[in-house]
């Protein structure tokens, strides 16, 4: 059992930035790839951004490259997600999610354990 746990959403105005945790409790950190999704209101959670179990290999959508970063720190069971440069569009609930499979994936039906979601707010 993998507990998450995500923190430092809030409302920012466009264009600025603003930095995702998510606390990991549980199992062994490193054995899960960790990826972020969002779900804005009204539509379908959506992957975002993957990191591999050491945290060298990262994968994004389209509309979030060069502009959000995935990271982690397995010492600290620790992933985090840097954004700027933020749209009225990344507007949603950001979720963390574990997955046990070794290669990237972006559905969710792969991801074993969720967080309960942090609201990130962009005005324009």
């Known amino acids: 059992q993998v507990e998450l746990v995500e923190s430092g959403g809030g409302m920012v105005q466009a264009g600025g930035s603003l930095r995702l945790s998510c606390a990991a409790s549980?199992?062994?950190?490193?054995?899960?790839?960790m990826a972020w999704f969002r779900q804005a209101p009204g539509k379908e959670r959506e992957f975002v951004a993957h990191?591999?179990?050491?945290?060298?290999?990262?994968y994004y959508i389209d509309s979030v490259k060069g502009r959000f970063t995935i990271s982690r720190d397995n010492a600290k069971n620790t992933v985090f997600l840097q954004m700027n440069s933020l749209k009225p569009e990344d507007t949603a609930v950001y979720y963390c999610?574990?997955?046990?499979?070794?290669?990237?994936?972006?559905?969710?039906?792969?991801?074993?354990?969720w967080g309960p979601g942090t609201q990130v707010t962009v005005s324009s």
């Open positions: 990191i591999n179990f050491s945290g060298e290999d990262t």
């Open positions: 549980g199992r062994t950190f490193s054995d899960y790839a």
């Open positions: 999610a574990a997955t046990s499979v070794v290669v990237v994936t972006t559905s969710l039906m792969l991801y074993d354990y």
